[in-house]
């Protein structure tokens, strides 16, 4: 017997990735007699006492019991040049199926000398498909949802039940890893806990917090098996899952989803108030103070945004997981919703609590591993409110402690504040201004102001943003960073936007009757504000016949980072009458430059913190000349916003910025000092050009 790697040499042959490893191959001449073999095929037949000399043994021997008119056939194909593959059983005491490979080998072009036999054992293989078959066939009808995944978890199979359970279609799931789509598994006890099971062939069973395909979360019970090959490895995972959200039968688990989190398994709002009060009756009766922390994570929305909920998930369950580590054992930590937390502190000093909020800011600034690599930061604001100093009664004692959180995120965030009365005042002042608010628009005590922007190349005042005023009859002027927020969160913000665009509508038409040019307006938009359409002004400027570019929006960087289909309708709305976009106070924000890319984007404005730090600060000018570059790269503009001086002037220029905005070229001016100055800079051939630094500068 020849051994083959001998034989192969000098024949063309293409042998198939399977000839390699476990694969028996032989090599038959024309009348199908066998004179070469690799290792394991000698190994296989026991041919090791055959010599080189000796004749060969056939073909149909090899195969006894399986048909020969067939084995002869493919012999015949393979020396006309032609593959040819099959399967065969082996009878015997246990069936063995083969995989038979009859792949031609040419000596020279149309010439063939013999035929190289690749045979693989599929048993397995096979058994495995045909079980595989019979369990798909009985799950395929079941109620509960079953996943099949390989021996790393990648998911090969799901039934209807698991779709309509989680929402997802195939294409989402099948392909994706099991342990990654179900965020819970990947929890570090979970998941060493379920590894620990799959080593020990027990697979696992527990209750986890499962994500539907909308985010809504629910308490699945969730059972995984190891399916094993006959060689004893390894080769599928069955999950069964069962929604827990409906399982009303169990009066434990009704209760506790009625009461708890499933996310962080705290207890929810409702079971905090619970506490709360009876905590309180227990104070009151022996007379000890008491202290509630309310605590909310800062920028955990921009996690969730970028990420996604699962990966929001993880770091919410690692949240809570560091804050009942870090509390006393008789403490209650709750999850009220979102991205807020409740501590309850029973007979606590005021020197106890600033201690634990003191710790609690520390361990929830390390850093969180969300898997896959990603990695974030966040801090958290916490307001203090202690019963009975500063509350007596469960509703009021929350409230103080949700103005000192404000008032703690209002600071800068990463910080805790105690209630304080002036908080009580402040809120009563702030309901006051919103109600004054509400009148002021009808009462004609708001004001449009228009502060110009400069094309930095040509000194040309080529656009102008128009900004807020607001008369107060009382308190005088009041600014927007004070009132829009309050028309913000009041809802009044949609009809004082809708007022201030079609202001800015009117005053463009007047000067396009007056000075014969169009002067390009930036409209600030706030967020809250894409909750309801433009088409109102959209159709507006249609109607008056003017191009949808004299409108510029002004949005912020956040509302990049919305998935909505409204906002993504907005911006396509934008785009198709051509107005504008521009991304206000650029890189004060959660700065993903990637979202750029995304949406049409035409001007970006640098923020003031920079520009008025370019003089001084290495780093800031740094971050101006490359936002400037980067900008210009993906075809956006930029304008600097609060330029105040000439050496910020030159500087900008320098770095090739295209527009400036700022107190150096002029202050925001009424309607009639803006249309003054247009007077006055108006050139004979229309355009109207500023002379810097010049008297056009002071206007106010
Ligand atoms: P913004 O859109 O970033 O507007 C620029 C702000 O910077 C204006 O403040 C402007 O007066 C000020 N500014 C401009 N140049 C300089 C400078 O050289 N130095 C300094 N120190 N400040 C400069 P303002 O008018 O108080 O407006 C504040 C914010 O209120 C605006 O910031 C904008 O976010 C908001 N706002 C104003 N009007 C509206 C409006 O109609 N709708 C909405 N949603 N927000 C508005
Ligand atoms: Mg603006
Ligand atoms: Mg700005």
Redesign the pocket.
């Given at each position: 017997m020849v051994r083959l790697g001998r034989l192969l040499r000098g024949y063309q042959v293409d042998l198939p990735l399977s000839s390699q490893g476990d694969a028996l191959v032989v090599e038959l001449d024309r009348l199908g007699r066998v004179y070469g073999a690799n290792d394991r095929a000698i190994e296989f037949w026991h041919w090791e006492s055959l010599t080189d000399d000796q004749e060969g043994v056939h073909l149909y021997e090899l195969f006894p019991g399986v048909d020969s008119v067939c084995l002869l056939d493919a012999l015949e194909q393979s020396f006309g040049g032609i593959s040819c593959r099959f399967e065969v059983s082996l009878p015997g005491d246990t069936v063995r199926i083969l995989s038979l490979c009859f792949e031609p080998l040419r000596e020279q072009r149309d010439v063939y000398r013999a035929s190289l036999v690749v045979v693989l054992d599929v048993t397995e293989s096979r058994v495995i498909h045909a079980v595989q078959n019979q369990v798909t066939h009985v799950l395929s009808g079941a109620t509960d949802a079953f996943v099949v995944t390989d021996s790393e978890g990648v998911i090969e199979q799901v039934n209807g039940a698991y779709f309509r359970m989680t929402g997802y279609s195939a294409d989402e799931v099948i392909g994706k890893n099991l342990f990654r789509l179900h965020a819970s598994l990947s929890r570090p006890d979970v998941y060493k806990s379920v590894w620990r099971g799959i080593r020990q062939n027990q697979g696992w069973t527990g209750e986890i917090s499962n994500r539907r395909k909308n985010g809504e979360s629910y308490p699945e019970h969730f059972h995984l098996r190891v399916i094993y090959a006959p060689s004893g490895r390894c080769c599928h995972f069955v999950a069964l899952m069962a929604d827990q959200s409906d399982s009303q039968g169990m009066e434990s688990t009704t209760w506790k989803k009625a009461n708890y989190d499933w996310v962080t398994g705290l207890p929810n709002r409702q079971l905090f108030l619970e506490r709360l009060n009876q905590e309180i009756k227990k104070h009151r009766r022996i007379g000890h103070p008491l202290a509630l922390i309310l605590l909310d994570l800062d920028q955990f929305k921009e996690v969730n945004d970028t990420l996604g909920h699962m990966k929001g998930d993880v770091l919410l369950e690692e949240a809570a997981r560091r804050i009942l580590h870090g509390v006393r054992e008789t403490d209650t930590v709750a999850r009220l919703g979102g991205d807020e937390f409740a501590v309850i502190l029973p007979e606590c000093l005021l020197l106890q609590v600033q201690h634990l909020a003191h710790k609690l800011s520390e361990i929830l600034a390390q850093p969180y591993d969300l898997g896959d690599g990603d990695r974030c930061f966040i801090s958290a604001s916490m307001g203090i409110a202690l019963y009975p100093d500063n509350a007596q009664d469960l509703h009021t004692l929350v409230k103080h402690a949700d103005q000192a959180m404000y008032s703690a995120k209002a600071e800068g965030r990463n910080r805790f504040h105690y209630f304080l009365p002036a908080m009580q005042q402040e809120a009563q002042n702030k309901m006051k201004l919103t109600n004054d608010l509400r009148l002021a628009c009808q009462r004609g005590e708001l004001q449009v102001f228009y502060?110009p922007i400069l094309d930095l190349s040509s000194g040309r005042l080529k656009k102008v943003?128009?900004?807020?005023r607001w008369d107060h009859p009382q308190r005088g002027s009041v600014?927007?960073?004070v009132f829009?927020p309050l028309a913000e969160a009041s809802g009044l913000?949609h009809d004082i936007?809708n007022w201030?665009s079609f202001q800015v509508i009117t005053h463009i038409l007047r000067w396009k009757k007056r000075f014969g040019q169009i002067v390009q307006v930036s409209?600030?938009?706030?967020p809250i504000q894409f909750d309801q359409g433009d088409a109102l002004w959209l159709e507006c400027l249609k109607e008056n016949g003017l191009p949808g570019n004299c409108i510029t929006v002004?949005i912020t960087e956040g509302m990049l980072l919305k998935k909505s289909e409204r906002i993504q309708q907005t911006f396509l709305d934008y785009r198709n009458q051509g107005v504008e976009v521009s991304i206000?106070?650029f890189g004060t924000g959660f700065s993903a430059l990637s979202y750029l890319k995304q949406f049409d984007i035409d001007y970006l404005k640098i923020d003031?913190s920079f520009i008025s730090e370019i003089m001084a600060d290495e780093s800031d000018k740094a971050l101006t000349e490359a936002i400037i570059v980067m900008a210009h790269k993906l075809g956006i503009k930029t304008i600097a916003?609060?330029?105040?001086t000439r050496e910020q002037h030159d500087m900008l220029r320098r770095f090739g910025c295209d527009y400036a905005?700022?107190?150096?070229y002029a202050k925001?001016v009424s309607l009639f000092d803006f249309e003054q100055m247009l007077e006055q800079t108006q050139s004979p051939d229309g355009v109207f050009i500023f002379i810097l630094g010049g008297d056009n500068a002071r206007k106010d």
């Open positions: 502060q943003e128009a900004l807020l600014g927007p960073q829009i913000i936007g201030v409209v600030n938009r706030s002004e206000d106070d003031r916003e609060g330029v105040e905005q700022g107190f150096w925001p």
